[in-house]
Nanobody, 128 residues
Framework: QVQLLESGGGLVQAGGSLRLSCAAS????????MGWFRQAPGKEREFVAV????????????FVKGRFTISRDNAENNAKKMVYLQTNSLKPEDTAVYYC?????????????????WGQGTQVTVSS
């Protein structure tokens, strides 16, 4: 079982930045890929970013356009792994709950239904 816990959300003015963190713990049988998704009220869950299990590849949603950066830090003792989402030049339309997700894939999937584990989410609110 994998547990994911997001942090780092909050209220920020347009043009500001936030660094979202996701701590992954629990016993992981094989390499996993980590992704970030977001969901605004009344909208479907949307792909934000994904990074492969060995950090060799990453992909971003079209709306990101160079503003966000995903990264990861695998703990050597396998006790806890971290994934981050640096968000810059935030816009009011970036307001949403941001979710961390993990999947047992060696590629970089972008659909929510391809992910096996989800965190509870962290709220990001961007004021104009």
């Amino acid at each position: 079982q994998v547990q994911l816990l997001e942090s780092g959300g909050g209220l920020v003015q347009a043009g500001g930045s936030l660094r979202l963190s996701c701590a992954a713990s629990g016993y992981i049988f094989r390499p996993y890929t980590m992704g970030w998704f977001r969901q605004a009220p009344g909208k479907e869950r949307e792909f934000v970013a994904v990074i492969s299990w060995n950090a060799s590849s990453a992909d971003y949603g079209d709306f990101v356009k160079g503003r966000f950066t995903i990264s990861r830090d695998n703990a050597e003792n396998n006790a806890k792994k971290m994934v981050y989402l640096q968000t810059n030049s935030l816009k009011p339309e970036d307001t949403a709950v941001y979710y961390c997700a993990a999947c047992r894939s060696l590629s970089t999937p972008v659909r929510p239904d391809e992910y096996d584990y989800w965190g509870q989410g962290t709220q990001v609110t961007v004021s104009s």
